[in-house]
């Protein structure tokens, strides 16, 4: 099974995590690419092991249906799962996603 993690736009996850560091580190300075290091550093390379893949919402089509959008662009298949997250700028949501090939997610809210 394929976890998919669908994150708001970069520019939103760059804010986050900025600002998370800055919570933790006052003061030291995050760079440019804090949040790619972030990612690479917590999901890293997908393997057989465990695959988690991280798509920012602007990566995706604008169809409107997460379930064909992640078939189509990214290649999941039947059984996979996409964990949605939204951020408002203050907190976050999240809805889980069982990928169906054919037909509509089963989706519970988390």
């Known amino acids: 099974m394929v976890r998919f993690y669908v994150l708001p736009p970069l520019e939103h996850f760059e804010h986050a995590v900025a600002r998370f560091l800055n919570d933790w580190l006052p003061g030291l300075p995050a760079g440019p690419d804090a949040a790619r290091r972030f990612l690479e550093a917590v999901v890293g390379e997908p393997n057989d092991d465990s695959a988690a ?48 090939a054919m037909g509509i997610p089963e989706c519970r809210r988390g």
């Open 53 to 100: 893949y991280v798509v920012h919402r602007e990566h995706l089509p604008d169809s409107g249906d997460l379930n064909a959008d992640l078939i189509e662009g990214f290649g999941a298949d039947d059984g996979d799962e996409a964990i949605e997250i939204s951020w408002d700028g203050h907190k976050t949501g999240m809805k889980r996603h069982r990928i169906r």
